[in-house]
């Protein structure tokens, strides 16, 4: 079983939709958790950090359900620029921090 | 630009040759990352530095693989004796250690083993 899991996708939806993404994790002592959005041949860019009380910042908002052990993403209102792959990452564990990426989730925006 | 910087972007080498790639972090950030990402996949981690300590390396993919960050500013990684394995993209991140360790990513430098 991967450490971070997400469905790769890809989810196709119209702009203006609502779309949600979750992201597993099976390391209960990971500490911090991050989503990134990553174009295409780009490097991964911080979109937003998650916090257990959640936390929102415009059109998305981020969760953090430690007993199910999974974050989640929301879009709202969709927009064509929205169009990338979107990663979470699990990270900190004991003294040793070690960061883990999922594979990361396709999201395709259309007209 | 003071954000994270990688060199080359881009390194096209046989195999069998030894290559090393250059990152310069965020100049206030004590720690830095290297990862290696391939097509479909989230970046993978291979190690990373608190100052000029390398705090973690059991991740590297073999002994052919190394890094170094002497004056804990920036650092390299160097793959010697390359495998057509190897091609991939090689990311270099930063972060302060008591910000959240929020990390911030340079470009990339992408490897062609031939």
């Known amino acids: 079983r991967k450490e971070v899991e997400q469905d790769p996708g890809p989810f196709n939806v119209p702009e203006g939709a609502t779309v949600a993404f979750n992201c597993t994790y099976s390391n209960s002592a990971s500490q911090s958790f991050f989503w990134y959005r990553q174009d295409c041949r780009k490097e991964p860019k911080l979109l937003m950090s998650?916090?257990?009380s959640g936390n929102e910042d415009g059109r998305f908002t981020a969760q953090l359900n430690r007993a199910s052990q999974y974050i989640s993403l929301l879009i709202r209102d969709s927009k064509l620029s929205d169009s990338a792959t979107y990663l979470c990452?699990?990270?900190?564990?004991?003294?040793?921090?070690?960061?883990?990426f999922g594979r990361g989730t396709s999201l395709i925006v259309h007209p | 630009d003071t954000g994270v910087s990688q060199n080359p972007r881009h390194k096209i080498t046989k195999r069998g040759q030894n290559v090393t790639f250059r990152c310069d972090p965020i100049?206030?950030?004590?720690?830095l990352y290297w990862y290696r990402q391939t097509l479909g996949q989230g970046p993978e981690f291979l190690t990373y530095f608190q100052n000029e300590a390398q705090l973690e390396k059991s991740r590297l993919l073999s002994d052919r693989f190394s890094a170094e960050r002497p004056k804990g500013s920036f650092s390299t990684l160097e793959i010697q004796r390359t495998e057509q394995g190897d091609s991939a993209m090689y990311l270099c991140?930063?972060?302060?250690?008591?910000?959240?360790?929020?990390?911030?990513f340079g470009p990339g430098t992408r490897l062609t083993v031939l």
């Open positions: 998650v916090y257990s």
């Open positions: 991140a930063s972060s302060l250690a008591d910000g959240g360790d929020t990390q911030y």
């Open positions: 990452v699990a990270g900190g564990s004991g003294g040793s921090y070690i960061p883990t």
């Open positions: 100049s206030e950030h004590n720690r």
